[in-house]
T-cell receptor, first 116, second 115 residues
Framework: GAGVSQSPRYKVAKRGQDVALRCDPI?????LFWYQQALGQGPEFLTY????????KSGLPSDRFFAERPEGSVSTLKIQRTQQEDSAVYLC??????????????FGPGTRLTVL | DAKTTQPTSMDCAEGRAANLPCNHS???????VYWYRQIHSQGPQYIIH???NNETNEMASLIITEDRKSSTLILPHATLRDTAVYYC????????????????FGKGTHLIIQP
């Protein structure tokens, strides 16, 4: 079956533009996570959904970042008024259940965002 | 989640066993040890996880010390395709989700398999 997919794979934006990044989780997976990975660093947690409910958004770096998952499947991460420091790879992961340490997260290939 | 310490980089000859260490001296009793790897330009890939017993699957073996303060990931016959950054993560779960469900990655170990 298909894994987690993300689109676009690459995005170049001018400073100040808004961008929207899409994540299609594995079908039937309840939990969905967004991570940000700066160059040379490990991924950092941004936000977490269980179905359509956003249970944790403590990792979102500013109010310019907004994520949604309105029907409990596809999710969109939106960044408003992009800044150069937003340049990073944005990773999406999904897991079957959530809330248990043995529930494995499966990652997509990421979207590489470059803000000029 | 407990903090982990890993070497920045390691080399291993192709065909040999690669042994990647991880220290997690502050691990709690309800925290699992997870290993992921990330090949260049790809998302992280799950390898294996364990609580206190040693574990083995088709990719690797995980050896956890009796006091659970450290562990070793073993790739039994490393190939060039195993060159990647390997992340050791300790993870506690809450019953109903929340921030603890987000994985805390460090910088990992960059494993380079030499031909």
């Amino acid at each position: 079956g298909a894994g987690v997919s993300q689109s676009p794979r690459y995005k170049v934006a001018k400073r100040g533009q808004d961008v929207a990044l899409r994540c299609d989780p594995i079908s039937g997976h309840v939990s969905l996570f967004w991570y940000q990975q700066a160059l040379g660093q490990g991924p950092e947690f941004l936000t977490y959904f269980q179905n359509e409910a956003q249970l944790d958004k403590s990792g979102l770096p500013s109010d310019r970042f907004f994520a949604e998952r309105p029907e409990g499947s596809v999710s969109t991460l939106k960044i408003q008024r992009t800044q150069q420091e937003d340049s990073a790879v944005y990773l999406c992961a999904s897991s079957l259940l959530g809330g248990h340490a043995t529930d494995t997260q499966y990652f997509g290939p990421g979207t590489r965002l470059t803000v000029l | 989640d407990a903090k982990t310490t890993q070497p920045t980089s390691m080399d291993c000859a192709e065909g040999r066993a690669a042994n990647l260490p991880c220290n997690h001296s502050t691990i709690s009793g309800n925290e699992y040890v997870y290993w992921y790897r990330q090949i260049h330009s790809q998302g992280p890939q799950y390898i294996i996880h364990g609580l206190k017993n040693n574990e083995t699957n088709e990719m690797a073996s995980l050896i956890i010390t009796e006091d659970r303060k450290s562990s070793t990931l073993i790739l039994p016959h490393a190939t060039l395709r195993d060159t990647a950054v390997y992340y050791c993560i300790v993870r506690v779960a809450l019953g109903s989700g929340g921030g603890a469900d987000g994985l805390t990655f460090g910088k990992g170990t960059h494993l380079i398999i030499q031909p």
